[in-house]
């Protein structure tokens, strides 16, 4: 390839001072490295504050090898990490911020193509948006996931088994301290949590899109196959470059109607339909909350993991990871095969004839977990503008219900009701929380499923109908209903929900409706307020004033589209 023809030459490449700064000032390498290679950022995402992605130092090593055995130039460069166990109040309030640090890392510096380094659970949204909105040559290398977690003969998860364990006290059936001592047993290697949570699912949304080599997404962190996939990565972005394989010709609508069918078959997490749509309106692809019901809707839950399920990622990697479940989705023409993938070859020729090695993990199709698995769109006067419900995480019986709702104005009035035994609650209840949403936490929380009264829990009560406009970590499991749109800091009809109000949930019919007359409910909105805002300044203002809605992905409003990678004006 011609020197012109790449970025970076637009720094290193003048025999002018321009050019001559640019060269002297990166100390300690070789003349011939600025000869027309191409540069390859690493984005690196490594953090202590990050336990899922404390291993990225040694795993960049490995793709700077590959880098350079490919002839590229790598250079490695850190931006905001996102840690879901540490950071408040909540990470997703970040990922917008950690996106912009992203696109303007790429677009300022002399970068050909680049490397996106992810693990828990905000930094691979982030990251393939941030590099999406610059619209070069990408890819993803997935952390993968820590080894399964033992405790007393048991495998437990992550997330999963906090809930599980969490609601036992509660209902007087585990001791405080055995709830103590799992604790030393449930994260035993690096990587991010090895359930089907947030960030094991957008490992298979990125390897469903395209954008990472095939096998990223179950491969667990302390295998050596780890390394070796990124080493061979760092390989596969020169040759990126060369043919310019940039993220826009991967990230098309047959990509996404993939990753939607992929996302159904694992039983993958709510988040993943935030994350997917923002993607999509980085790159300017059609993609609607609506897609979600009209691809995923008729595919079943093959996966048999934790938490719809009985396994985790690590049984997922030995019986055949993604490609199994693609193969899978192939032969019953539920997977766009044509769609271009990160390697150059389409995802059909990825997956095709992958081997399943254990079929209690991955099920065959006529024996799946769930018949019809995906994520549920809801509609209805509660949410005209939508919501979402996880059907493998749900109890059936359930999925068609109606009770009295139990009203909690916000998380902190659900702390200070919810243990008290003289709440009038029972279990056909629906437990309703505001205020939470993208605008109302802000950030929208992970706190939508919400624990059970443990009045209930103690009768052996162990799910019930719980709505609201908050998320829920992947992990979770129940009948949660999540996303509602508009939310209540916007004066949604969430906002006008009161205590004993009937709500009918109907999954099947995809219908969620508030037995109030309209007339009730216009008196009731003419009463509203809406709630003042907790910041008047700094990044958590410009937050609330720039988000989306859940069902536009709750990017910012300014950020959504592609500004291309075009090269800053020389300052010298």
């Known amino acids: 390839m011609e020197k012109r023809n790449l970025r970076s030459q637009s720094w290193f490449g003048g025999r002018d001072k321009d050019g001559f700064i640019h060269r002297s000032w990166m100390r300690g390498l070789p003349p011939d490295a600025f000869d027309g290679r191409p540069v390859i950022g690493i984005c690196n995402t490594w953090s202590e504050l990050t336990p899922c992605n404390v291993h990225f130092r040694e795993l960049a090593q490995q793709v700077k090898n590959g880098v350079l055995q490919a002839g590229g130039l790598p250079l490695e460069f850190p931006v905001m990490s996102l840690g879901e166990t540490n950071l408040r109040p909540t990470a997703a309030m970040f990922r917008n911020l950690a996106s912009m640090d992203v696109e303007e890392s790429i677009r300022g510096n002399p970068i050909d193509g680049v490397v996106l380094m992810c693990g828990c659970d905000k930094t691979t949204p982030s990251l393939v948006m941030g590099a999406a909105s610059c619209d070069v040559p990408a890819i993803v290398i997935s952390g993968g996931p820590m080894l399964n977690g033992r405790y007393r003969g048991e495998c437990i998860g992550s997330g999963t088994a906090v809930w599980r364990f969490s609601e036992a006290v509660k209902a007087g059936t585990m001791t405080n301290q055995e709830f103590l001592d799992a604790e030393t047993c449930l994260h035993r290697s690096p990587g991010h949590c090895m359930t089907m949570g947030t960030a094991s699912t957008m490992a298979c949304m990125v390897e469903a899109l395209g954008l990472s080599l095939p096998g990223n997404a179950a491969i667990p962190a302390p295998d050596s196959r780890r390394g070796v996939l990124a080493h061979l990565t760092g390989r596969r972005i020169v040759e990126m470059v060369r043919e310019d394989l940039r993220i826009s010709k991967i990230l098309t609508r047959e990509a996404f109607q993939n990753a939607i069918r992929a996302c159904a078959a694992i039983g993958g997490s709510t988040n993943a ?81 992958a081997p399943n090695w254990d079929r209690e993990v991955i099920r065959d199709y006529d024996k799946p977990l769930v018949e019809h698995g995906g994520i549920a769109v809801l509609r209805g006067n509660l949410c005209p503008d939508g919501a979402v419900l996880k059907p493998s995480a749900a109890s059936p019986h359930l999925m068609k219900h109606r009770g009295k709702a139990v009203v909690f104005e916000s998380i902190e009035h659900y702390y200070e009701r919810i243990e008290n035994p003289d709440l009038d609650i029972d279990e056909n209840s629906v437990m309703v929380l505001k205020y939470c949403g993208p605008r109302g936490y802000p950030g929208m929380a992970e706190v939508g499923n919400m624990g059970l009264p443990p009045k209930l829990l103690a009768k052996g009560i162990t799910d019930m109908v719980r709505i609201s406009d908050a998320r829920m970590s992947g992990t979770a499991y129940g009948t949660v209903v999540l996303h509602i749109c508009p939310e209540a800091a916007l004066g949604g009809p969430l906002a006008l929900v009161r205590e004993g109000d009937w709500i009918e949930l109907d999954v099947d019919a995809r219908r969620l409706h508030l037995d109030v007359s309209d007339a009730e409910l216009a008196k009731r909105r003419a009463e509203w307020k809406a709630p003042e805002p907790a910041f008047k300044s700094g990044y958590q203002f410009l937050f609330t004033e720039h988000v989306t809605q859940a069902d536009k992905g709750m990017d910012f409003d300014f950020l959504m589209g592609c500004r291309g990678h075009g090269i800053p004006r020389e300052s010298h």
């Open 273 to 353: 339909v935030i994350h997917l749509i923002a993607f999509a309106g980085r790159v300017g692809v059609p993609l609607t909350l609506d897609d979600w019901d009209k691809y995923g809707r008729n595919v079943r839950t093959i996966v048999d993991i934790q938490p719809a399920g009985r396994f985790l990622m690590e049984e997922f990697y030995y019986a055949g990871g993604l490609p199994a479940v693609l193969w899978k989705l192939a032969q019953q023409k539920q997977l766009d095969e044509g769609a271009l993938t990160a390697n150059g070859k389409t995802i059909g020729e990825n997956v095709k004839d």
